[in-house]
């Protein structure tokens, strides 16, 4: 007979949201300059007809990027965006009615992927000065919580853990026999990484991407770290071939590459803090600590300001409601001091 599954049939997600190619998009954390195009077509040049007709195949890059994380294939599994890495984490380490817990707000596909499968994501809140307290979030992981869910740093606070503050969620973890998942989609923009816990332990997986300052959102990779028995049932849960051949080149010529990830940080860097000295100059409020993205409070209404910087501007940015005293704000990718420059000369005119 006809089926549905209910959990699909009640889950919101919404799809196709803009066309955004015209614009100077600083609306969804990527890179708005990307790579540098000599590097781009230097790596194109070695797409050839075969290679775009055979299968992919993922040990030679998995090696790589395994000697380039200093650690062993046997604990990376490549996914299809990082996105797909939680995925497979929350279906093979949680059941039906399953409890799992992350701080809220955060990447939405957490609670999505949650619902999707019927599991129950208790979220962890902010403080009202968009600070994360461990000690709430400690509390959270009672001995029936399945996963802990951390992000390092979280989008879109950019609020990060100290050593000490994931030494403590680990050992609550280790207790009470929790699966903790370490995403760090933003490593690079706060280089502290907490890789090392899933390098030394069981029952932590830390999921990284290629579409943050890698700049490969479009070509869509990821991966998974872990130890070699949780890593194998992440992979059994991929499909075949979920990665695809022009990715792993792209990504393996960006690790060879000398100097390219430095100036990447480097071009990132200088355009975030003159956006940020800018703004402060002329008396704007901001949050947002690490990360590509920052929080700005408008002298106006946020939601005409994102609305006229689309039409009148050619600028994608988002708002948020409720972040913090801020109340609504502009939401904004920092990247390549260019396009903030862009930016600001668009905000500046609007925004009076």
Not at 2 to 11: G, K, S
Not at 104 to 113: D, G, K, N, S
Request: hydrophobic content about 40%; overall charge negative; proline content about 5%.
């Amino acid at each position: 007979m006809y089926y549905l599954n209910p959990e699909v049939e009640t889950l919101n997600r919404i799809f196709d949201q803009n066309m955004r190619e015209p614009y100077l998009r600083l609306d969804l954390n990527e890179n708005p300059g990307g790579l540098p195009e000599e590097f781009v077509k230097k790596v194109l040049s070695e797409i050839t007809p075969e290679f775009v007709a055979q299968y992919p195949e993922t040990l030679p890059f998995t090696t790589k990027l395994a000697e380039f994380l200093n650690t062993g294939v046997e604990n990376i599994c490549l996914v299809n965006g990082s996105s797909e890495g939680i995925r497979n984490i929350i279906y093979a380490f949680s059941g039906p009615g399953g409890r799992i817990v992350g701080v809220t707000p955060t990447y939405a596909m957490f609670e999505v992927y949650s619902k999707m499968y019927g599991r129950n994501f208790t979220p962890v809140r902010y403080n009202e000065d968009l600070t994360i307290d461990v000690e709430n979030v400690l509390a959270a992981m009672t001995p029936d919580t399945q996963i802990m869910i951390v992000v390092n740093p979280n989008n879109p606070m950019g609020n990060a853990f100290s050593e000490e503050e994931m030494q403590r969620i680990y050992d609550r973890a280790r207790a009470y026999e929790i699966t903790l998942l370490i995403d760090e989609a933003y490593f690079y923009f706060y280089p502290k990484t907490f890789l090392h816990f899933a390098l030394e332990h069981e029952h932590v997986f830390v999921t990284r991407s290629f579409s943050k300052l890698f700049s490969l959102a479009g070509l869509r990779l990821g991966y998974v770290v872990g130890w070699a028995e949780g890593i194998k049932m992440v992979q059994k849960l991929c499909t075949p071939h979920n990665v695809n051949a022009p990715s792993m080149l792209f990504a393996r010529r960006i690790m060879e590459e000398p100097g390219l990830i430095e100036s990447l940080v480097a071009k990132h860097k200088e355009g975030r803090q003159w956006l940020i000295s800018e703004l402060s100059a002329r008396g704007y409020k901001m949050e947002g600590k690490e990360g590509n993205f920052i929080f700005i409070q408008p002298k106006t209404d946020a939601t005409t300001v994102m609305n006229r910087m689309k039409a009148e501007k050619g600028i994608l940015i988002k708002t948020y409601q409720g972040v913090g005293a801020l109340g609504e704000c502009l939401r904004v990718t920092t990247g390549e001091k260019r396009f903030m420059e862009r930016f600001l000369a668009g905000l500046l005119e609007i925004d009076r």
